[in-house]
Each structure stands twice: as structure tokens, then as C-alpha cells.
């Protein structure tokens, strides 16, 4: 029971997640306002519940970790947006999805904990369908695709570092704490740039961002984050690519992108390298 629903938070997680890219390239604000949505909406949401439990500035005994995971965060939020409004959809997401195998370096580095043959094979069978799936279009090269590309290979790295540390917090901090410190430092840096570019917009672009903001920082993070907290890192970090085909299938909708028998191959690697995860050891 407990899996199906972990499994049930991440699809919900990623369907989310995967429109983050249209969001982005379809609103107007600058890159620093956008994070200011994205990291704001969920920060201000959070914030009276964190100063009812006396948690604004963290436990003492791990505040330095969870505002360092926060510092993680926020830089690579900023990343990740610059990343899609330089480069193409289907680059970002490539790239996007070089984070799990970057923790499992991490983990198996830092903890020094033995990675499994298995393990790794999932998740090269993963990225290996997302390459398929990109195959038809290449890569461009232009100036802001190299610049895209860069950020977003970054921001991958950031985001497993961060990811490993909010695991760990989770073990002692509920879901909506740690959503907390996720966005917390991010959102005050970033919110000021918001709150100057809203007078320069229309409402309904406001009105598109501060959703996004609920969407990805609220419901799709407290999704995966219910998910992370009861799954060990590389079978969640190998269903997350479920967002790959999510997203496949929104520019499809959305974007009037076309199908083909790469992309077919791809959905289909990435899909079972999901599945197959769900057969993994008991490890926390």
C-alpha cells in the first residue's frame, strides 16, 4: 500500500513537474522574478505554520544543513529557468535528468556506500530512453543552446546535491518543513525581483506564475517529497523519469510536436526502467 501510494505521489509529482518548461517559456517575466514565483508561492504559504511550530530558523540541530539545502536550491532554481528560456524543451530535459545518476556519485562518494550494478543499469536504461527520444530533433549548437545547456547541467548537479540533504531531513521533518526550507532562502532573494516586475504585466501572466508557483512548489514537490521520504534515492530518482514521457506527451498536446518510432522507443526504456524499479531492495 505504502508503495502504490509513493507510486501515485510521483505520477501526480511529475505530471506537474513536466509542464514546468511551457510555464516558463509562455510567461514573460525575467528569470529572477520567475524564481521569485516559484520559490515565493509555496515560502509564503508555509511561512505561518513554520512560525506556529516555532521552525522558521530550523531545529538548532540541523539548521545548517537545511538552509544550506536551501542555498543549493535557490541557485539551482535560477539555473533551471535560465536553462529552459535559453535552450529547446527537449534539451532541457535531457539534461535535466542527468540529476539522478549524479546522486547516486554523490551518495555513493560522500556515504560511501556501495552502488549496485543494478542500480546504475536503471538508470543508464532511463537516460538511455530520453536520448532516444531526442534523437529525431539533435542537438543544436547555437550560442543560447550551449548557454541553456550549461545551466541546466548545473542545475542538475545542485539539484541531486539538495535532494540527498532533503532526503536525510525528511527522516526527521515532515513534508511541508522541508518544502519550507527547500524554498525558503531562494524565495527571499528572489521576491523583490517579483514584487518590481508585477506592476509591468498584465494580471493574467500574474495570475499563470503565482499558479505555477502553487502547482510545481506545492503540490508537485510535496508529491515527491511524500515519495522520497519512503523510497530509497535511486528507485525514486528512476521513477522520476516518468516526467520524460509526461512531457513528450504535453508538446505533443500543447506544442504540436509529432510522434515517431524514436520517440516510441524512448517512452518505451524510460518506462521500463520505472517499472522495473519498483522491484528494488528495501534499502533506505
Not at 510555464?23 to 504559504?45: D, E, Q, T, W
Not at 533551471?80 to 528560456?85: D, N, S
Not at 514537490?221 to 506527451?249: D, H, N, S
Request: glycine residues 12%; contains cysteine.
Amino acid at each position: 500500500m505504502k508503495l502504490q501510494k509513493s507510486l501515485g505521489a510521483i505520477i501526480v509529482g511529475t505530471l506537474i513537474g513536466a509542464s514546468s518548461g511551457l510555464f516558463i517559456k509562455g510567461i514573460p517575466f525575467s528569470s529572477l522574478a520567475f524564481s521569485g514565483f516559484r520559490m515565493g508561492v509555496p515560502f509564503l504559504i508555509l511561512l505561518p505554520m513554520m512560525i506556529k511550530r516555532g521552525l522558521v530558523l530550523g531545529p538548532l540541530q540541523n539548521r545548517r544543513k537545511l538552509w544550506l539545502g536551501s542555498l543549493f536550491n535557490g541557485v539551482r532554481m535560477l539555473l533551471y529557468i535560465l536553462a529552459y528560456k535559453f535552450t529547446s524543451l527537449a534539451n532541457g530535459v535531457v539534461l535535466l535528468y542527468l540529476w539522478p545518476l549524479f546522486a547516486l556519485l554523490i551518495e555513493g562518494a560522500v556515504r560511501k556506500k556501495k552502488l549496485k550494478l543494478r542500480e546504475i543499469g536503471l538508470l543508464l536504461l532511463a537516460l538511455s530512453g530520453v536520448a532516444f527520444l531526442n534523437l529525431e530533433k539533435g542537438f543544436s549548437l547555437s550560442a543560447d543552446d550551449v548557454t541553456g545547456s550549461l545551466c541546466m547541467i548545473l542545475s542538475a548537479f545542485l539539484f541531486s546535491v539538495s535532494a540527498l540533504i532533503f532526503k536525510d531531513a525528511l527522516a526527521d521533518h515532515s513534508e511541508g518543513e522541508v518544502l519550507y526550507f527547500q524554498n525558503a532562502l531562494g524565495a527571499l532573494v528572489f521576491l523583490p525581483f517579483m514584487i518590481r516586475e508585477i506592476p509591468h504585466y498584465p494580471l493574467p501572466a500574474t495570475g499563470t506564475a503565482l499558479l505555477y508557483g502553487f502547482l510545481v512548489g506545492i503540490v508537485a514537490f510535496g508529491c515527491m517529497f511524500y515519495a522520497m521520504k519512503r523510497m530509497p534515492m535511486f528507485q525514486y530518482g528512476a521513477l522520476t523519469y516518468l516526467e520524460v514521457i509526461f512531457g513528450v506527451i504535453l508538446g505533443m498536446l500543447f506544442l504540436g510536436e509529432g510522434f515517431s518510432p524514436l520517440k516510441g522507443l524512448g517512452i518505451l526504456l524510460v518506462l521500463s526502467s520505472s517499472v522495473l524499479s519498483r522491484f528494488g531492495g528495501k534499502e533506505s
